[in-house]
C-alpha cells in the first residue's frame, strides 16, 4: 500500500476523532467485573479512566506543537502504532499494575481528536473550516452514546478482553486509514519545538482566560465524572445490567445534542454571555431538583439519570460559546488558548473523577454521585458569572 500524499477526505477525519472517543467509555461497562478478576478496588480500577485522562491531558498540550513542528501526518502514524502495542498488551497482560500502565498509554490516541481539527484548518479556508468542524463535531455526541453500549453487550457476551480485542482492531484500521489516505497537510512547519510554547506565559497573565477556562474545566470534566461514577451508581443503586447501563450512560449525550441545537438557534438572538450564563442555570436546577428527589427517597434511573440530561443541555448551550470565548481572549494566541483550556478541561476530569471513585460508596452512591455532579456545576456557575464581569470591564461597560 502506497503512503497518501494528497489531503484525507473527511470521513477519514471523521473516523480519527471516533476512534479517540471510543477508547475512552467503551470499556467502562466493564469495570466492575475487572475489579473482581484483578482482585482490586473500584476505586483502583477506576485509574484506568483517570489516569487515561491525565495522559490525554499532557498530550493535548504536546501534540498540538509537534505536529506544528514535524507534521500531522508523522504524529498521528505515532500515535496510532502507540495505541495497536498498548492495545495487544491490555489483552494479554494479567497485573492490574501493567494493565494500568499499558491503559494510560493508550491516551496517545487523542492526537486523532487533537489534530483532526489542525488537518482541517490547513485543508480549507477559516470559513469553509467552521462548517466542516460543525458536521464533524456531532462524532464528540455519538460515539460517547455508541461507546458504553457496545462495550456492555461485549462485556455481557464475551467478557471485558473483548473490548479491548476491538481495540487492537480499530487500532490497525486507523494506522491503515491514516498511511493510505492522510497526506501531510502542513505545508508550512515552525523553525523550533520551543517556539510553540513561548506564548503560554502571556495567557496564563489574564484574568478573562482564567476565568473561560475554569468554565469550561468544570462543565465539561462533569461528563468525565459521570463516566466514573455511572457504573457504580447502575449496579449498587439500580441493579441494572451491563447492557442498560450503555443506554443510561448516553443520556449526557442526548441532552448536549439537544443543547448544542438550541445554542445554534439562539447564539444571534441573546449573544455568547448569555448562552454560557443560561446553560450553567440549567444544569445548576437540574441537578438540583434531582438530589432533592433522591434525598427525598424517589431513587430511580429517572431521577438519577434524568437529572444528568440537563448536564448535557447545559453544556450544548455553553461549550460552543465558551469555546470560542476562551480563543478571543487573545485572537493572535489562539491556538495556545485552545490547547492550554483543552489540557485543563482533561486534567480537572482526571482529577475530579478520582476523587469520585475514593468517595463514592454503594451506601452513599444515590446522592453522593448527584451531589458531586452539582458541585462541580456551581463552581462552572461561578467562572461564567466571572466572565460577564471580566468582559464588561474589558469592553469598558
Given at each position: ?95 492490574i499494575w501493567a494493565f494500568l500502565v499499558l491503559r494510560i ?76 489516505d492522510l497526506g501531510e497537510t502542513n505545508k508550512n512547519p ?71 441545537f438550541l445554542s445554534g438557534r439562539l447564539i444571534d438572538r ?128
Amino acid at each position: 500500500m502506497k503512503p497518501a500524499t494528497t489531503p484525507p477526505r473527511i470521513i477519514t477525519l471523521i473516523f480519527l476523532m471516533a476512534g479517540s472517543m471510543l477508547s475512552l467509555n467503551m470499556f467502562l461497562p466493564s469495570l466492575n467485573q475487572m475489579a473482581e478478576e484483578f482482585g482490586v478496588s473500584y476505586a483502583v480500577m477506576n485509574l484506568s479512566l483517570s489516569g487515561y485522562l491525565a495522559v490525554t491531558a499532557v498530550l493535548q498540550v504536546i501534540f498540538g506543537p509537534l505536529s506544528d513542528r514535524y507534521g500531522r501526518r508523522p504524529v498521528l502514524l505515532g500515535s496510532a502504532a502507540i495505541f495497536v502495542v498498548t492495545s495487544i498488551g491490555c489483552v494479554l497482560v494479567t497485573n492490574i499494575w501493567a494493565f494500568l500502565v499499558l491503559r494510560i498509554f493508550q491516551g496517545s490516541i487523542i492526537a486523532g481528536m487533537a489534530l483532526s481539527r489542525a488537518v482541517i484548518r490547513d485543508m480549507m479556508s477559516a470559513k469553509e473550516a467552521v462548517g466542516v468542524l460543525g458536521t464533524t463535531s456531532m462524532v464528540m455526541a455519538i460515539a460517547p452514546m455508541l461507546g458504553p453500549i457496545i462495550g456492555g453487550f461485549l462485556e455481557q457476551a464475551y467478557g471485558w478482553r473483548a473490548t479491548f480485542y476491538l481495540f487492537v482492531f480499530i487500532g490497525i484500521a486507523l494506522l491503515g486509514l491514516i498511511w493510505a489516505d492522510l497526506g501531510e497537510t502542513n505545508k508550512n512547519p515552525s523553525d523550533t519545538f520551543r517556539q510553540q510554547f513561548s506564548t503560554y506565559p502571556e495567557l496564563l497573565k489574564s484574568k478573562l482566560f482564567w476565568s473561560y477556562s475554569i468554565c469550561l474545566s468544570f462543565s465539561i470534566s462533569c461528563f468525565f465524572v459521570f463516566l466514573s461514577g455511572a457504573p457504580l451508581v447502575a449496579k449498587s443503586v439500580l441493579n441494572v445490567p451491563a447492557t442498560h447501563l450503555g443506554f443510561y450512560m448516553g443520556s449526557i449525550t442526548m441532552g448536549f445534542v439537544f443543547g448544542s441545537f438550541l445554542s445554534g438557534r439562539l447564539i444571534d438572538r441573546y449573544g455568547m454571555n448569555a448562552l454560557i450564563f443560561s446553560g450553567r442555570i440549567v444544569a445548576v436546577v437540574g441537578l438540583v431538583v434531582g438530589l432533592i428527589s433522591v434525598l427525598s427517597g424517589f431513587i430511580s434511573a429517572f431521577t438519577i439519570f434524568g437529572a444528568t440530561v440537563f448536564i448535557g443541555i447545559g453544556n450544548g448551550l455553553t461549550l460552543p460559546s465558551c469555546n470560542v470565548g476562551v480563543m478571543n481572549v487573545r485572537t493572535d494566541l489562539a491556538g495556545s488558548a485552545s490547547g492550554l483550556s483543552g489540557a485543563m478541561s482533561v486534567a480537572t476530569g482526571a482529577i475530579l473523577s478520582t476523587l469520585l471513585a475514593a468517595t463514592l460508596t454503594p451506601d452513599n452512591a444515590a446522592y453522593g454521585f448527584l451531589a458531586f455532579l452539582l458541585a462541580a456545576k456551581v463552581v462552572s456557575l461561578i467562572a461564567a458569572i466571572a466572565v460577564i464581569k471580566f468582559e464588561r470591564e474589558q469592553s469598558g461597560s
